[in-house]
């Protein structure tokens, strides 16, 4: 009896003895199969020195070749009639307003020169219907003077204008428009849910100007342009250097000053500067050189734009994220990296966000704790191993960097066709304004980039080229814009 009974007892334990050695199995598989997924995505993302150079490079000739024609480059290298940025000597009341997508900005910025700059700013934002976004031209732009009217009615006695003088103000207009001068613009499409076709062709800064007369405003439009410009703006009032201009946010773009003589489609008369500010639309860029992975294949074809801003795909807030979800998605059909089921949630595009993932990457905790509540939140995973965790941070981590690294390139590319990639006598420094929350608020995109664009520099150039961060160019860009373009800077305030 106690024969069998110990016979029992030892083929149970070998039993379990062979249940437990094949989960080992099973899971020394699945963290296979995962780490083959990683590694084969940090081949095919990898952007070594030689690479960032062709991008460099390529970046360059697409530069030239949009300057030359309009149609001959995926860049459109835009002439934005900006031809006078801000000095820092200009003084008065100036105002702007920021119109970008369902939602819109009031701002009034008081300048006092090099001595004091920005004494004082304000603004209000204002969200706008979903019915005027659809209507008549002249409802929407009734709507958006009515709310510059009441803003300038709440000017304090500390910041306001004489009577009757009329009041100058810098347009920023995020939608695709053709430019025609410094204060006009056709429209060409609208975008972000907008749909007044009646406005397609015609000149908003016109529409917007009848508009705030309508108000019985003694107001005028100034300067039309978009975010990069401003930015481009902005970080010249603080530093005469200031070169070059790059958001690095939902999406991507550059902006930055070039000879005219330089800028061969031009053809109008030689301007007094002798130079234009470029908006270079810079996420449309490609080349063969990117390195471009099935996941961002797969995401291009099954975006609105299939083709168009390969660029931006790779290194901007809207996709990175959804590149990431897509790359964990394969793991878990692949390796069951969160458990034998697939979680829904992970199915669903761009529910993980840039935000998240760099939340996610910037965990520093010993338990990767963040990380795991994020899967929980976002994803509804409810359990992760540590193991699990460190490889989701590994992944953000390959996405971020191959990103940082590209745009590192572009802003190379940028340097090398102004001719400021080689070291020179007067060691004249360039400052690059950068704006965006991926640059703000992702520190490790930040600081690869930078220190990219410095192995890629060498230490000779890279120490006269810097890199500002530069806040609200979409805002306070145009007004200082309107404010270098004022005929008479006649605008001071009065104490009365």
């Not at 993302?45 to 030359?68: D, F, I, K, N």
């Not at 998240?356 to 509804?380: A, Q, Y």
Request: overall charge neutral; hydrophobic content about 45%.
């Amino acid at each position: 009896m106690r024969k069998a009974a110990a016979l029992a007892a030892a083929v149970v334990v070998a039993a379990a003895a062979t249940i437990a050695v094949r989960q080992r199995l099973r899971e020394a598989k699945r963290w296979a199969r995962a780490a083959a997924v990683l590694w084969d995505l940090q081949e095919r993302c990898a952007a070594p020195a030689a690479r960032l150079q062709q991008v460099s490079a390529a970046m360059e000739v697409e530069m030239r070749t949009g300057l030359a024609s309009e149609d001959g480059s995926n860049l459109k290298m835009l002439v934005t009639y900006v031809d006078s940025l801000p000095s820092g000597d200009e003084k008065g009341l100036f105002y702007a307003l920021d119109l970008g997508g369902t939602n819109f900005r009031v701002l009034r910025v008081q300048l006092g020169g090099k001595e004091q700059r920005i004494i004082k700013q304000e603004s209000v934002g204002v969200s706008i219907p979903q019915h005027l976004m659809s209507k008549s031209s002249h409802e929407l732009f009734d709507f958006i003077a009515d709310a510059l009217a009441k803003f300038v009615a709440s000017e304090g006695e500390d910041c306001h204008v004489a009577e009757d003088t009329e009041r100058e103000l810098g347009f920023t207009f995020s939608f695709p428009v053709k430019q025609t001068s410094i204060s006009s613009g056709t429209l060409i499409k609208w975008t972000k849910s907008f749909s007044i076709d009646e406005m397609v062709g015609k000149d908003i800064v016109f529409e917007l100007n009848e508009a705030i007369k309508r108000q019985g405003l003694v107001m005028k439009v100034l300067t039309l342009v978009n975010d990069t410009v401003g930015t481009l703006a902005a970080g010249r009032y603080v530093d005469n250097d200031t070169m070059v201009a790059i958001i690095l946010g939902t999406g991507t773009n550059a902006a930055y000053i070039e000879h005219a003589h330089a800028i061969p489609k031009w053809h109008a008369p030689m301007l007094k500067s002798g130079d234009m500010v470029i908006n270079m639309e810079w996420g449309n860029f490609k080349s063969a050189h990117l390195p471009l992975t099935e996941y961002d294949q797969a995401l291009d074809a099954e975006s609105l734009n299939p083709g168009e801003q390969i660029y931006e795909k790779l290194t901007s807030g809207m996709y990175m994220g959804e590149i990431v979800r897509r790359i964990l998605l394969r793991m878990a059909q692949e390796a069951a990296l969160f458990g034998d089921n697939i979680p829904p949630k992970l199915e669903i595009p761009y529910i993980l966000k840039t935000f998240h993932m760099l939340i996610m990457h910037h965990d520093t905790s010993p338990d990767l704790k963040t990380v795991g509540l994020k899967l929980n939140e976002i994803l509804e995973i409810e359990s992760s191993s540590r193991k699990t965790r460190k490889l989701v941070v590994d992944v953000c981590e390959v996405v971020a960097r191959r990103g940082a690294r590209l745009a590192a390139a572009g802003i190379h590319g940028i340097l090398k066709n102004l001719g400021r990639v080689t070291d020179r006598p007067d060691k004249r420094r360039t400052v690059i304004a950068v704006d965006g929350g991926v640059y703000k608020y992702y520190t490790f995109f930040g600081q690869c980039m930078e220190s990219t664009l410095r192995e890629m520099l060498g230490v000779e150039v890279a120490s006269s080229v810097v890199i500002k961060p530069v806040d609200d160019g979409s805002g306070i860009g145009a007004a200082l814009l309107a404010a270098s373009y004022s005929c008479s800077q006649h605008l001071q305030p009065t104490n009365d």
